[in-house]
T-cell receptor, first 118, second 112 residues
Framework: NAGVTQTPKFQVLKTGQSMTLQCAQD?????MSWYRQDPGMGLRLIHY???????DQGEVPNGYNVSRSTTEDFPLRLLSAAPSQTSVYFC?????????????????FGPGTRLTVL | AQTVTQSQPEMSVQEAETVTLSCTYD???????LFWYKQPPSRQMILVIR????KQQNATENRFSVNFQKAAKSFSLKISDSQLGDAAMYFC?????????WGAGTKLIIKP
């Protein structure tokens, strides 16, 4: 198992450019999410998905789009990059089964993408 | 709204000593989970320990244990016999309603 993979590891953009951060997992997890991590702050949830075709907004969704066409992939799109989007981005996935007491959703994280917007 | 607060930006401890990292949270959910994650310089997020809110017994994983006070909404992490490899950022996180809410983190420094 490769776990959660993210590409690219580093990216520099100019203001106004668009790009897609890729995220893939091979654990058949229903739940996937995107976070951003800024200095002095914890991770903040951007968007999440509980299954193919289903996405929802997190704490800081503005400026980002997502889609979930397959269970494995959950790309994050920046349509018009801004310097405020300079951050480290993490993708995570987890099983969604919380039906039984005692199950918990450990989230498995990708290695992160460091994005700089000039 | 759910919130997580880590009031200690940085903590230091002598190698082999014990250190406690603090975390308080707020939620209106009755069923939730709490986590401590470790982030070394490699940036990889590593789960250290987790606690189910409905369990009164404090979770323990080897040298790591928590003090979970549900009424006070407090969830501290105790690291015993600190090792150089424990040096990292530690994040407290609250899960509820399919969202993980994170604290700002505590940088743990281990003095040899």
């Amino acid at each position: 198992n490769a776990g959660v993979t993210q590409t690219p590891k580093f990216q520099v953009l100019k203001t106004g450019q668009s790009m897609t951060l890729q995220c893939a997992q091979d654990m058949n997890h229903e739940y996937m999410s995107w976070y951003r991590q800024d200095p002095g702050m914890g991770l903040r949830l951007i968007h999440y998905s509980v299954g193919a075709g289903i996405t929802d907004q997190g704490e800081v969704p503005n400026g980002y789009n997502v889609s979930r066409s397959t269970t494995e992939d959950f790309p994050l799109r920046l349509l018009s990059a801004a310097p405020s989007q300079t951050s480290v981005y993490f993708c995570a996935s987890s099983p969604l089964d919380r039906i039984e007491r005692g199950s918990y959703n450990e989230q498995f994280f990708g290695p992160g993408t460091r994005l700089t917007v000039l | 709204a759910q919130t997580v607060t880590q009031s200690q930006p940085e903590m230091s401890v002598q190698e082999a000593e014990t250190v406690t990292l603090s975390c308080t949270y707020d939620t209106s959910e009755s069923d939730y989970y709490l986590f401590w994650y470790k982030q070394p310089p490699s940036r990889q997020m590593i789960l250290v320990i987790r606690q189910e809110a409905y369990k009164q017994q404090n979770a323990t994983e080897n040298r790591f244990s928590v003090n979970f006070q549900k009424a006070a909404k407090s969830f501290s992490l105790k690291i015993s016999d600190s090792q150089l490899g424990d040096a990292a950022m530690y994040f407290c996180a609250l899960e509820g309603n399919y969202q993980l809410i994170w604290g700002a983190g505590t940088k743990l420094i281990i003095k040899p």
